[in-house]
């Protein structure tokens, strides 16, 4: 598109008053100002990135959806859906992690299965995870569906964490298929949880916990 012409009582521009000064400088100096221009660019939009909210939707059944911030996608392990992280100096802060949870047959409303499912499920965790300490358990709800939740501290990569697991199934009985969400938070992470009792009701667990979605 054609500029608009300058009319001559309203130049130079600065463009113009700076172009012989810039084309006069030496080529390092020219090359250092861009990268500082680029740098301050990609630290403008890192700063976005971590105050505005970011999304994440899967329509595939079981479909969810919900809304983070603060946090990063990262590569989700084996199985899993999707799996939000915050690291601070490497080492590993919050996490928020998607599975699938697949039930077996049964008769009823889910809500009166997922404590069944659970007791099997925390009894895989005791035996798999040696540092694994339950420290309570419960029926939840996350934006009305009923759910179950199990609260536990345990250790990974050596660093003690605050874990809450989440099983959500769809409200139809005899529904089957769900998704099992795992929070990870350090106790001594500045965002105040005090045990893994608040963790996903407070910090920036909360956010992706009380949005989520199940289709």
Do not use: C
């Not at 660019?41 to 976005?48: D, E, I, P, R, W």
């Amino acid at each position: 598109m054609a500029s608009v012409p300058l009319k001559p009582q309203y130049g130079p521009t600065l463009g113009q008053l700076l172009a012989p000064r810039w084309r006069s400088s030496p080529r390092w100096l020219r090359g250092a100002l861009i990268g500082a221009v680029l740098a301050l660019a990609a630290l403008v939009a890192a700063v976005v990135l971590t105050l505005l909210p970011a999304s994440y939707s899967h329509p595939a059944p079981p479909s969810f959806s919900f809304t983070y911030r603060g946090l990063y996608r990262t590569k989700p392990p084996a199985g899993a859906y999707v799996s939000l992280q915050r690291r601070q100096s490497g080492t590993l802060t919050d996490s928020f992690t998607v599975w699938p949870l697949q039930l077996p047959p049964y008769q009823g409303s889910p809500g009166a299965e997922l404590p069944l499912i659970a007791s099997a499920y925390i009894a895989g965790l005791e035996r798999r995870e040696r540092d694994f300490v339950l420290l309570g358990e419960g029926r939840t709800k996350v934006n009305g569906v009923n759910g179950y939740s199990v609260f536990y501290t345990r250790r990974l990569a050596g660093e003690l964490m605050d874990g809450r697991d989440v099983l959500l199934v769809g409200e139809s009985p005899g529904a089957r298929r769900g998704v099992r969400i795992t929070m990870l938070t350090a106790p001594e992470d500045e965002t105040q949880v005090k045990s893994a009792l608040e963790v996903g009701n407070s910090g920036l667990l909360k956010r992706p916990l009380h949005g989520f979605e199940l289709g």
